[in-house]
C-alpha cells in the first residue's frame, strides 16, 4: 500500500478505502456484453472465497480472512496487470491500486 | 493462503514420489497409484503448478502436442478471453517444461495416445478439441457440460474426483446433477 502511494505521488493517508470499494464493484462491460466487476469472480464480500471462470477456488481478497494477501508485491503486482486489463480494458494506476488495498485493509 | 501453503505441501508429496518413480527403470513414464487405466504421467514443475494452476487444473503437458503448447505460451495476454501474462522468464520455464513433455515428445504413453488421433498438421488450443479427448467423452450428456455445477468442459474436476491428484481414473468419475 505504501510502495503504491509512493509510486502515486500522495501520502498513505490520502489512499481512500471508499474509492477503493468503488473500483471493486463498479461494473463493466464484459464478454458478451454482460456487466463485470472484481466481484463477478471475488464475489461481494471480499472476505468470502471466489471461484474463477473454471470453477477454481480463489482464496478471499480481504487480509482479515487470507493474512497472506498483499504480502508477496510481484504477485500483487501480477494480478492487478491482469485483472485490471481483463475488467477495465486497461491499467489500473498506483493510486487505484493503492486505494483498493487501503479499503481491503480495512475490513474487519 | 492456507490452501497454497497445503498445496505446496502436496506438491513436495508428490514430487518425492514422482523422484522415486524416475529413478526406477520405467522409460522415463513415472506412474501413480498403478490403477490400469492411469496414463496421465506424474510431473512436477514448480511455475507449471503454480502459474497455470492458480486459475485450473495443471493440465499435463502430455495432452497437447508441442506445437500447440508454443501457441498457448504465445498468447498468454489472451489467454481464453483472460489476460495470464507472466514475466518473460517464468513463461520460458513452463513453456520447456510443456515441450519436455508435451504429447509428441515420446517421453509419456498419454500422449502417444494423444497422437494416435492427432491430424499430422493439428495444433489445437484447446485439450477438449483433441480427437482423443472428443472420444474419450462420447457417453458424457452434451447437457452435462454447461451444467453450473459443472460450469465448462475445462473443469475436470468437477466429474473427475481426484483430478487434482492427477487421477483419471473411471471408477473415480461422477457427473454432478
Redesign the interface.
Known sequence: MARYAQQAGVAVSALSPSRGEALYRSEHPG?GGAAQSCASCHTANPKQAGQ??????I?PLAPAA????FTDAAKVE?WF???C??VLQRECSAQEKGDFIAWLNQIK | ????LRGIGVLAAVGTVSLLAFSLPSGGEARGDGGGGDLIPRLTHTAWQQEC?????AYSPALLPRASWRRVMGGL?RHF???????PATQADILRFLETNAADSGRNRMGDKVMQRMGANETPLRITETRWFVREHDEVPRAAWTRKS???A??C??CHRQAEQGKFDEHDIRIPK
Open positions: 464478454r474463477t471462470r473454471v470453477g477454481k477456488r482464496e487470507n493474512p497472506e494477501r501480477k496487470r491482469r485483472n486489463t481483463d | 493462503m492456507n490452501y497454497l494452476a492458480s486459475c485450473h487444473l495476454d478471453g483472460e489476460n495470464a501474462s507472466l514475466d459443472v460450469g465448462s475445462a473443469n474436476a468437477a
